[in-house]
Each structure stands twice: as C-alpha cells, then as structure tokens.
C-alpha cells in the first residue's frame, strides 16, 4: 500500500482505498423548487481516483446535487470547494473549464455526425479558421480512444454504434475536455453485460489515473462490485457515507428506505372475491433504432373488486408500461391477454379502455391529464362532451353541473368551477385529473404516480379518496416511487425489475427492505432487442 503526494492511499494494484484530500467537496448544500426542498444541507466528498457511488430512491435528490456541480443549477446555499478553493459555477461550461463533466442516462450524442465529430463537437480544429480538420479531428479522436483502450472508428457514424459504445464515445467527449471528475447517471441502464464489463475496465483505469468518477446507479450487485465509497440519499438529506468494504447491500437497502411508515387504513374495508380483471404475459415492445426493443415481459396479475393493487419498481422498470398497455395509450406493440369480467378483451385505444370501464390518471398532469388554460368544467368534461351533448351541440349546463359535482365530492379548493385548471395548487389539479376519470364511471382506476408533487396535507387527501374508492368497489392499480406510499395503499404488491415481474408481494409479507431487494436488478441480463 502506498499514498501519493496529495492522494488517496491505494492497494497493490492501484485501487482506492481511502484517505487523501478531496478533490470536491460539498457542504451544506440546500436547494429548493418553490416550496418543495430537494435537498436539505447535504454533505458529498470525492478524493482523486475516488470511484464513489451516490445512491437513493427517485427523488432523493441525487440528480439535483449533480445539477449543482456540474453547473445547470447555479442558484443553491451551502459552498462547493475544487481543491481546496471555493468555486460556484454559473454555466455547464464554467464547470468543464474546471474539468467537471456529465455523462446523462440520456445519452447526448448527435446520431448522424461521426464519432470525431461528437467527441470535438463545439471544439472543432479547423484549417485557416474557416474549414473543419477533419483528420486532425480524427486522429485526436484515434489517439483518446487509443488511451483507454476501446477500439472504435473515429470516422463511423455514431447512429451505427451500439449502446454501450456510445457510452464509451461520451467518456472520450468529457476526457477530451481534460475532465478530472467524471459524474455517470445510471450509465448501465441500456447495457448488455459485456458492454458493462467493458465499462467497468474504462472506468477502472480512469480511476487509476486519478480521475475522480461519481457513479450514480439503482444496481447494488454493480456498486458493490466497482465502487470504493457509498453516499445515500433519503428524501433529500445525506444518510450515509462509508468505504464499500465496510458495509453491505442490506445496510444500503435499509439507508436508502428507511423512513417512517404511515398506517394504512386497511381495517374497515373488505375486498370482494370477484376477479374484475386479469392480466396474463402482457408484454410492450417500443420502437426502437433497428426495430423493436422489448420493455415489458410477462406480467401477470388478478386485480378483484375493491381491490388495490401497488405497482413498485425502479425508473424503467416496466411499472407504467403495465398502466399504458392496459389502457391501450402505448407506443408500441402490446401482448399477451387482458380478460374483463371473464372475458377477454382487445384494447387498441383510450377510448376502448375507456368505453370498457377503464380509466388512467397519467403520471405528468400538467402535460398529460390537464388542458391548463382551460376551466375545471371544460377539463372534468371533457371525456364525456359527446355524451352530456345535445343534437350534436355541447350542453353547458350539463357540463358544469358535472364539473359542481366533482368539485364537491373530491373538496377541490378553487374559486368556481370555471377557475383555470393552471391557477389551482399542485394536490387540486390532481383532484380534477381524477374527478374527470371518475365521471366516466370506471370500474377499473389506473393511478400512475398519483401525489408526485403535492404536499403532505395533499397527499393525505388522496390517500383518503383511493381508499374510499375502494370501499366503494373500485378497483385500482397505483404505480408509485415512494415505497411508503405502495406499503400504506396496497393490499398486495407487484414488484418489477428490468421489464420483468419480480415477485408479488401480500402486505403482510411485503416491507421496504423486501421490495427494494427485488426491484434492484441483481444481474445485467438485458431484454431482447
């Protein structure tokens, strides 16, 4: 073992041990969005050479502290310190001139432009000022790829690429800035386990060059395996901070859930032995570069009168291709079989969904369940305008008796029923996305991350009207982040994993420990493309 001038102990062969200055360090860093705290003081270090994973539940403010780093968010308190000196960055290119770089789950590349091009994009040797080099670019390129040992053509179009190679063609892109700390969001997500051995050797010699690499990912087996230091988020707060060789993957499980639990109401509500309706091998294939790539496989599951069933997972686990596969809103093509009352049904369209009793409160209301502009009676009717119409004319009258009534059954704060749906809170938008699918009469309710960004005092109204749904013979599906939320609404829980069902959970089997050890992919077998 041996310890650089300035730098972190390392082993024999050259991993990160711990010790040595940091590099980057965060303190106190507290950001808000209105009234919503994303994060709250939170501490983060990363020592040269460092491979230091940051974990935690959607929503942990994992994303927003990297935003803050990388320069996307300059408004926040607390002080970041780059070698021991203060540092705020106002731009994304204020923070690569000090050599901190990004690589997004969302790759940024531009498809039909070569691999030179993508890697000195913006940064183009030119002949005279005026023509692009395009062989200095392409032997600068062959040159940084060389270095870390990937052999890809400089001059191939970046579309022609696989996945995992376009990875690698944005770790050449941040090297090419002299990046000395390298922030990966989720950058396994789309790989095969190949690409991800292949990754894993880049980022082992970048670490053993003594770049400093954050590695944000939900796959514990990957950070156990990589990582030399853990970070966990929980609801915005720093939880914990320990070398990997001194914790496990149960004790970061535990971290990243372990919140008070709620008591869900469970007791005065009977749940009806009638099967509504039955899902078998429902499966999603979406578009994709060369065809079709598969996010959902063999899902399966009876959902009874009275029932709610919780849908828990991972972001890209498959959780709302299940709502949108029933409910026939997909881009791509569904299988498998849906049977309704014992009789199976062909689901093509909202508007079958619709017309078969099913209803879906989509995940983004603003963009998806709600015409902002327009009043709550126009947005709560607008499902129903041709049935409330009259000779083929809108019935007003009609309209705004539906929308009074929806109104007063929900408590839906507002001045009127012809208030702008945009002027209304957070929690009454989504009062009015559910009134206006509950005026349909649904014998089925689909609720895809139904309190994402509404307060507490919201969030337990909404609690209180699914269960009183319920009560009512309802039956409902919610999808939610928040395992909490899952544990104190459902009465049993699907859990997915990678596309896949992973288990299905009663409640009194189903904890917070046991649903994030199934919903964390514990292999990188990718789906079929």
């Known amino acids: 073992m041996h310890e650089d001038a300035g730098g972190p102990v390392t082993g024999a062969n050259g991993a990160f041990v711990g010790g040595g200055e940091a590099m980057l360090s ?49 408004d926040y308190e607390g002080e970041m310190r780059l070698d021991g000196s203060s540092v705020h960055f106002s731009s994304v290119r204020e923070a690569e001139a000090a050599g901190i770089a990004i690589i997004h789950q969302e790759l940024n590349l531009v498809p039909e432009l070569s691999v030179a091009d993508n890697i ?96 944000i990912s939900h796959r514990i087996d990957e950070v156990l395996e990589l990582a030399d230091r ?12 320990k070398p990997m060789a001194e914790t496990t993957a149960d004790e970061i499980i535990a971290a990243m859930v372990g919140r008070e639990l709620l008591q869900a109401r469970h007791e005065d509500r009977l749940i009806g032995n009638k099967v509504v309706i039955s899902v078998r091998d429902l499966s999603l294939s979406i578009p994709h570069r060369n065809g079709w790539r598969q996010v959902l496989s063999g899902a399966n599951f009876d959902l009874r009168a009275g029932e709610i069933l919780g849908i828990g997972g991972l972001l890209g686990s498959g959780r709302t291709e299940i709502l949108e596969a029933i409910f026939g809103c997909s881009n791509g093509r569904a299988g498998g079989e849906i049977v309704l009352d014992g009789v199976p049904v062909s689901i093509s369209s909202p508007r079958e969904a619709r017309r078969l009793g099913i209803a879906l409160v989509t995940e983004d209301r603003k963009t ?9 009676t126009d947005n709560v009717a607008l499902p129903l305008v041709s049935r409330l119409s009259r000779l083929g004319l809108r019935s007003f009258r009609r309209e705004a008796e539906l929308a009074r009534h929806a109104v007063e059954t929900l408590s839906v704060r507002c001045s009127g029923v ?50 009183e749904l319920a009560r009512g013979g309802l039956s409902i599906i919610v999808v939610s982040s928040e395992l909490p939320e899952l ?34 992919p514990r292999s990188r077998k990718g789906m079929a493309a």
């Open 26 to 74: 965060a303190r106190s860093i507290s950001k808000r969005f209105g009234g919503i705290a994303a994060l709250r003081a939170v501490d983060f270090e990363l020592v040269r050479g460092e491979i230091h994973a940051l974990m935690g539940e959607n929503g942990a403010g994992k994303s927003t502290l990297m935003k803050i780093l990388s320069g996307v968010y300059p």
């Open 418 to 467: 012809e208030q702008p749906a945009g002027t209304l809170s957070g929690g009454n938008q989504q009062k009015v996305v559910i009134g206006k699918w509950l005026a349909t009469g649904p014998r089925v309710l689909l609720l895809d991350e139904p309190t994402r960004g509404i307060d507490v005092g919201a969030k337990r109204e909404i609690y209180d009207l699914i269960f």
């Open 120 to 215: 000195f994009l913006g940064r183009e040797r030119l002949i005279g000022g005026l023509f692009i080099d395009r062989r200095a670019s392409s032997r600068a390129a062959r040159a940084l790829l060389g270095r870390l040992g990937i052999d890809i053509d400089p001059d191939a179009r970046v579309a022609s690429l696989r996945v995992g190679e376009q990875q690698l063609v944005e770790i050449a892109k941040a090297l090419s800035i002299s990046a000395r700390i390298l922030i990966m969001d989720e950058p396994t997500s789309a790989l095969s386990p190949a690409e991800c051995k292949r990754l894993f050797k880049v980022i082992r010699q970048l670490a053993a060059d003594g770049v400093g690499i954050i590695y």
């Open 368 to 376: 998806q369940g709600l015409h902002l502009e327009a009043s709550i």
């Open 487 to 520: 544990l104190l609404l459902s009465d049993r829980i699907l859990v997915m994993s990678e596309g896949r069902q992973s288990g299905l959970l009663p409640r009194e089997e189903a904890t917070e420990e046991r649903v994030m050890q199934l919903a964390a």
């Open 230 to 241: 853990v970070t966990v988020f929980r609801d915005g707060r720093h939880v914990l901070t």
